[in-house]
């Protein structure tokens, strides 16, 4: 059995991030069979700096390079001809130090209503050793995840859009290590497909303020499973809505405020395993044992302020509130961000409710390159 540093580095990213499957470890949050669990949990982690210190908002802000991750229809209302981004975070700095995510994203205009997008999500789990029962050691590995996400967004009218992304999956945790079973079952890298589909509404309401709606749908793809022996799990459907409205103070100064919730698509711990993934994602409404009440605690609800100066100078602050039953997740968020001619900058830095939880001092950082 690989119980191990593994075990300690993917329960802690499990901790921090919703529950991770059982071939990840298992790991309980809150109280027993109420937290939800999925296969890859990085593919809901914010991966840009600048919506990370917006506590993790972003589904109707403004459009830029990181928009395919957050809501493809942004891409119908893109700002420049081409831009691409690159995002990276030292992950659980305070527990490992050889864990990182990293995030390549960019988009290409069509025409003046359309765009495309190419994106690369990559996180490394560092180096770990699996031991066998007696504690022997069997091998070193380092597990890896990573998605390529191909998107396209269009607008409809002056203020609406659609837009779809189509995404790859890989997850290897374990390399091909025998696991401990009844057949001595060899573990496999999980492979798997999704989609997102998201709106945008975007709008000035008068000559200082706009506002902006958006509804994203993420990762509606084929359950995944890490060896031949083990039930395949979910992937971490989520649904996204929220506002962002805009008031310019005066032409120097502006502000956004933003508020996004988000509900995890999947089936409650007491639900139908093997139940499909469409089945999964409408049955999610209302499968949880508390009833209305218990699904109200499965939403979490991400809030920012993002203020900017002569459009060269950001100042972020937000707030993450996940309930205490469906996992505890609760941080605040800072960020600054600069803009020189074709040139963005943006950090982050997340501040959490307790100072034992991992994601104390998680700090991450971006730049940009806009041309048009």
Partial sequence: MYRKSILLKVATFAFAFIAAPAAYAQTTIGQEGQV??????V???APDARSAALGEAGVALSADANSPFWNPAKLGFVPNDLSVSFSYSPWLRNITDDMSLNYLS????????????LSL???????????????NPIQDFNPKEYAISV???QALSEYLSLGIAARFIHSNLAGDVNVSSPNNTEAEPGNTASVDVGVYYNRDLNQNINLGLGANISNIGGKIAYSESTAKSFLPTNLKIG?????????FNSLTFLLDANKLLVPSPSA??????VSGIFSSFGDAEGGASEEFKEVNFNTGLEYWYNNLFAARAGYFYEN?????????SLGLGLRYQKFGVDAAYLIPNEKTNPLAETIRFSIALNLD
């Fill in 36 to 41: 939800l669990t999925t296969a890859v949990p």
């Fill in 43 to 45: 593919l809901l982690v």
């Fill in 106 to 117: 960019g988009y290409k205009k069509i025409n003046e209503t359309s765009a495309i997008s």
């Fill in 121 to 135: 999500m990559y996180f490394d789990l560092g180096e770990i050793q699996f031991i066998d029962a007696n504690k």
């Fill in 151 to 153: 998107g396209y967004g």
């Fill in 243 to 251: 506002t962002a409205v805009k008031y310019n103070l005066d032409a």
């Fill in 272 to 277: 139908d395993p093997d139940q499909s993934v």
């Fill in 324 to 332: 205490e039953e469906k996992g505890g997740r609760q941080f605040f």
